[in-house]
């Protein structure tokens, strides 16, 4: 069976009827449509963090794209998605 696209995952998840909620995919599969649909390297991470992504908060790209099966694009996503993160999560505790 062909993965879903991320437009296909869009009109499920807005539909009127039924959506899906994506949250509750699987950690891997989660993992696999924020790398651009990698399988490959959602499974690597997933395994390696044992579907934990705190054990890659902090690491540094050299150390991301060390882990078996992640590349040098993948890690540059995984450390920016990090940054994203830490900034949003500074802005939210400097509003309270």
Known sequence: MKRKTAETLFHQATRKHDPIDLAVLPFERRLSILLGGNDKAAAAIAEYTGGDLRKL???????LE?????????????FVFFTLAL????QAQDAA
Do not use: C, K, N
């Not at 060390?66 to 995984?78: E, K």
């Open 66 to 78: 060390g882990i078996p099966g992640v590349g040098r694009a993948t890690a540059v996503r995984l």
């Open 57 to 63: 908060s902090g690491m540094e790209l050299a150390d």
């Open 87 to 90: 900034d949003l999560i500074g």
